[in-house]
């Protein structure tokens, strides 16, 4: 059995992606991403149209980073005249090769980054995270966020957007306690939950 179907099958076991996804190392995380987007159960083709018209709004048509892309799909859902250029980030080689295959597009890219360690190299409008701060190390999460907003436009804001809120009371708690939050609620029609603030 090659060491790829080992790794899946282990990582398939209750609660060992969990596990190692949250407080596994670089590595070990990114073989847990990896064995999800490969397998398929992470394979979303759909973003909320509350969550894309949030984006669209607060993008100005500029430049939009999205941390923890996975296969991102709201890069075929944005309409392409609202915004410059798109950058998704994420910790899978199997993800970013799957967006790559899905999003052909002008001024579209993705790479292969932890989402903690990635240095921006330009000012951004938004700076998404679908679904995806809660793989940040908790103690960490402030520091990154700090840190993002140092790289936004004048008009830049961060978009936090959270599935099961209860479960993750805690990241929406350091953000209104940290941030200062301009909208704060559930998105239409769905259980997630957003934030966007600065």
Not at 36 to 64: A, C, M
């Amino acid at each position: 059995m090659n060491a790829s179907v080992l790794s899946d099958r282990l990582l398939q076991i209750r609660g060992v992606h969990w596990l190692a996804s949250r407080f596994g190392g670089v590595r070990l995380r990114r073989l847990s991403f990896d064995a999800k987007f490969r397998n398929g159960t992470w394979d979303f083709q759909n973003e909320s149209p509350s969550l894309v018209r949030l984006v669209e709004q607060y993008s100005g048509g500029g430049h939009i980073l999205v941390l923890g892309c996975g296969a991102c799909p709201i890069a075929s859902a944005l309409p392409v005249y609202s915004y410059t250029s798109l950058l998704g980030v994420d910790l899978s080689p199997e993800a970013v090769a799957l967006a790559s295959s899905r999003h052909n597009l002008p001024n579209v890219r993705f790479e292969v980054h932890e989402m903690n360690e990635f240095q921006c190299a330009r000012l951004y409008d938004v700076i998404l995270f679908s679904d995806s701060l809660y793989y940040v190390q908790r103690s960490l999460r402030e520091k990154l966020l700090r840190r993002l907003c140092r790289h936004l436009s004048p008009n830049g804001h961060i978009v936090v957007a959270i599935a099961e809120p209860q479960r993750y009371a805690t990241i929406l708690e350091m953000i209104r306690a940290n941030f200062q939050v301009e909208v704060d609620g559930p998105l239409k029609h769905e259980e997630r939950h957003v934030l966007v603030f600065k």
